[in-house]
């Protein structure tokens, strides 16, 4: 469930309604790049292009370890202490899935945070089991000839499971973009392609990170992903 989008009449918000920049560049960037790598790596798969597969799997790992730092670090609507509520909170929020309410989300809403979670989980086990099964191939790896073959197996079983499991959780991701615009009227899509939203006046915008943040996070998880991948 992508974040809040902009399904809100500005006419029930009043005059003090504002415009507020609610997702930076660098969480934008994240969400468009990991849907092209994503279907750049299904595409390399079919077409049997595997240097390019594994190239695409070792930029999108350092891609979700940037993700990963960027929830941490990152500008307010990014960070994971600021967008994941409780289980609770994820229910009521679906149990009023189809009653047509103002959308004054700021950022992600209860039961969205979730779903950015497990996404994130998915595609870091799906990146990170695609470089062991890489380098079991190609012989890559310094720990490919210590590791077992019965662990090696395991290892390419669950890299075509993640897979499984990660088209089934995009496939959700959409319907409830589309139940969302349907049933309550949210535009969820249009805040990740413009950062923008239209809110009350009384709600505080989200503070947002520095560019050089982020370059020194994107910096640094490039070096971790290629140690990785050298490594694994």
């Known amino acids: ?4 989008g902009q399904g809100m009449n500005r006419g029930t918000m009043g005059a003090a309604g504002r415009v507020v920049v609610v ?5 934008r960037a994240f ?16 077409c049997n292009w595997m240097d ?28 994971f202490a600021r967008f994941l509520a409780s289980p609770a909170a994820a229910g009521r929020h679906l149990a009023r ?37 890489n380098n079991d191939v190609a012989n890559a790896g310094p720990f490919t000839d210590i590791m077992p073959a019965t662990v090696a197996n395991v290892v390419t079983d669950l890299h075509g499971l993640l897979w499984d499991a990660l088209l089934a959780a ?10 969302y615009a349907a049933a309550k009227g949210h535009n969820l899509l249009r805040p990740m392609l413009t950062g923008r939203k239209f ?5 505080a915008p989200p503070r947002l990170a520095s ?11 490039a070096a971790a992903a290629a140690l990785l991948a050298t490594y694994l």
């Not at 469930?1 to 809040?4: H, L, Q, R, V």
């Not at 997702?23 to 969480?27: I, S």
């Not at 959700?172 to 589309?178: D, K, M, P, S």
Request: glycine residues 10%.
């Open 1 to 4: 469930m992508t974040p809040g």
């Open 170 to 179: 995009v496939a959700l991701h959409v319907v409830a973009i589309a139940l």
């Open 211 to 221: 560019a050089a943040r982020a370059i020194l996070a994107l910096a640094g998880s």
């Open 52 to 79: 390019w597969h594994a190239r695409v799997g070792e930029a999108l790992l350092g891609l979700l370890l940037f993700r990963l730092a960027w929830g941490v670090v990152g500008s307010d609507t990014a960070r």
């Open 97 to 133: 899935l189809f009653q047509r309410e103002p959308d004054d989300e700021i950022g992600h809403n209860p039961a969205g945070g979730w779903m950015v979670l497990l996404l994130l989980a998915l595609l870091l086990g799906q990146a990170l089991t695609g470089i062991v099964v």
């Open 23 to 27: 997702w930076d560049l660098p969480t």
């Open 31 to 46: 969400h468009w790049l990991t849907v092209a790598l994503v279907a750049a790596a299904y595409a390399t798969w079919r």
């Open 199 to 203: 809110l009350p006046g009384d709600r």
